[in-house]
């Protein structure tokens, strides 16, 4: 039922645009979760890579974007990420961490468009994520 509320949302303010966020951290998942919500977005979360992959297989092509936290106890994003671009190599992807450029460095190399540092305001986080949404028109 959440999910359909969510798609009804989304529909009305930014089209049928689908967002998976990937963050171990429950509070950082949930903040951003809420953001993108709350700005009419369809959000899906994930806590670990495992997760992330069950969900983006589901529907890989039904997915515009993932943000991907760079490190994860299951592993670097752009691992995941790197499994995320085979599925579907024109989903958009965005890094987010809170680590150094050389802990991010991985994440642009697999393909994120760039990589938000944490913690992020939220007028950033929207504006990078309707600028990469809107390279699909």
Do not use: C, W
């Not at 468009?113 to 950033?124: C, G, H, S, T």
């Amino acid at each position: 039922p959440e999910a359909r509320d969510t798609e009804k949302v989304s529909r009305k303010k930014n089209g049928s645009h689908r967002i998976l966020v990937i963050d171990d951290e429950p509070l950082v998942l949930g903040t951003v979760a809420s953001i993108l919500k709350e700005s009419g977005y369809e959000v899906l979360t994930a806590a670990t890579h495992k997760d992330a992959l069950r969900v983006f297989r589901k529907a890989p092509t039904g997915i515009n974007l993932v943000i991907v936290d760079a490190l994860m106890p299951d592993g670097h994003g752009s691992e995941l990420l790197t499994q995320l671009k085979k599925l579907n190599p024109s989903v958009e992807a965005l890094g987010f961490s809170g680590a150094s450029g050389q802990e991010t460095q991985p994440l642009l190399e697999a393909g994120a468009a760039e990589v938000l540092r944490k913690p992020v305001k939220p007028e950033r986080l929207l504006s990078t994520v309707r600028a990469l949404l809107g390279k699909e028109r």
